[in-house]
């Protein structure tokens, strides 16, 4: 890794149940991953959704903050549905 990276501990996953590019199973093995190198993952299926899903947004922002530590304007909150 380049000294100037920084790795990031989160990984975020999201695949939807009607995903016909990406295999379950590809999904299931990043976070396995992810979560054998210690990161904070958060693993889940959109159901009778396609590939690129993105239903909660909101959500992503807030776990983003969380994991980043970004206390900026609004950070943490919850998005409504």
Same mark, same amino acid.
């Given at each position: 890794?380049? =000294?100037r990276c920084i790795r990031r501990s989160g #990984? $975020?996953?999201r695949l *939807? #149940? /009607?995903d016909s590019d #990406?295999?379950?199973t590809v999904s299931a093995n990043l976070a396995a991953a992810a979560d054998g190198r210690g990161d904070d993952v958060s693993h889940l299926s959109y159901w009778d959704e396609g590939h690129g899903a993105n239903? /909660? =947004?909101g959500d992503f922002i807030a $776990?983003?903050?969380k994991v980043s *530590?970004?206390?900026g304007k609004g950070? *943490?909150?919850?998005a409504t549905r």
């Open positions: 890794m380049h =000294p #990984t $975020w996953i *939807g #149940t /009607n #990406t295999s379950h239903s /909660n =947004p $776990w983003d903050a *530590g970004y206390q950070a *943490g909150r919850r």
